[in-house]
């Protein structure tokens, strides 16, 4: 149980461009949505939580604008990289913790997903 | 000072040793501890958690919580090559009043050689 999915696992786009990553939960209702990103060799930071049906809670200094974050259903949330540039570039990682059963205890993340803009 | 410290290593250890990674918090109100593991170039996957002081085991990795000291360990016993990884300590401040946001150390590597 609490199994969490992301889509695409790799994307390649052109700088300007916009790229969409989703984030599933397939067993458990999420009702917390959390994004990170990672850099090379560095930890996980944190970008935004969001909770199903309401704005999400960005980070300092995180640019809300730049990555849009949708929390539509207790299933999928997106996170939108708005006006991509090489500096993007980097592993986004989604988690994902409900009301119930494991996923209540703690996050479990999904597999990430590779942003490479060139 | 960081919220959750962890020794960035690595940390080297024989095939079949005892690797024991440390992780001190600052929050002493935190209620609950995890570790994770993380796979160069993949996501983190939960090891175990823990609530209460003591150790709590599962299979051959042992955490250990002292929450006086504000540390937690976790021991993985008869370590395997397939052990090396780095190793995410996580705490989480606020339980009984609804999910709290994760914060992570920056993640010991453990390195384990045949």
């Known amino acids: 149980g609490a199994v969490v999915s992301q889509h695409p696992s790799w994307v390649i786009c052109k700088s300007g461009t916009s790229v969409k990553i989703e984030c599933r939960s397939l067993?458990?209702?999420?009702?917390?949505m959390f994004w990170y990103r990672q850099f090379p060799k560095q930890s996980l930071m944190l970008m935004a939580t969001?909770?199903?049906?309401?704005?999400?809670?960005?980070e300092q200094g995180v640019e809300k604008d730049k990555f849009l974050i949708n929390h539509a259903s207790l299933t999928l949330s997106t996170l939108t990289v708005t006006s991509a540039h090489p500096e993007d570039s980097s592993f986004y990682i989604c988690?994902?913790?409900?009301?119930?059963?494991?996923?209540?205890?703690?996050?479990?993340f999904g597999p990430g997903t590779r942003l490479l803009v060139l | 000072q960081k919220e959750v410290e962890q020794n960035s290593g690595p940390l080297s250890v024989p095939e079949g040793a005892i690797a024991s990674l440390n992780c001190t918090y600052s929050d002493r109100g935190s209620q609950s501890f995890f570790w994770y593991r993380q796979y160069s170039g993949k996501s983190p996957e939960l090891i175990m958690f823990i609530y209460s002081n003591g150790d709590k085991e599962d299979g051959r990795f042992t955490a250990q919580l002292n929450k006086a000291s504000q540390y937690v360990s976790l021991l993985i016993r008869d370590s395997q090559p397939s052990d090396s990884a780095t190793y995410l300590c996580?705490?989480?401040?606020?339980?009984?009043?609804?999910?709290?946001?994760?914060?992570f150390g920056t993640g010991t590597r453990l390195l384990v050689s045949p």
């Open positions: 969001s909770n199903e049906g309401s704005k999400a809670t960005y």
């Open positions: 988690s994902a913790n409900g009301r119930s059963g494991r996923a209540r205890e703690t996050q479990y």
């Open positions: 996580a705490v989480n401040s606020r339980v009984n009043t609804g999910f709290q946001k994760l914060v």
């Open positions: 067993d458990f209702q999420a009702t917390t």
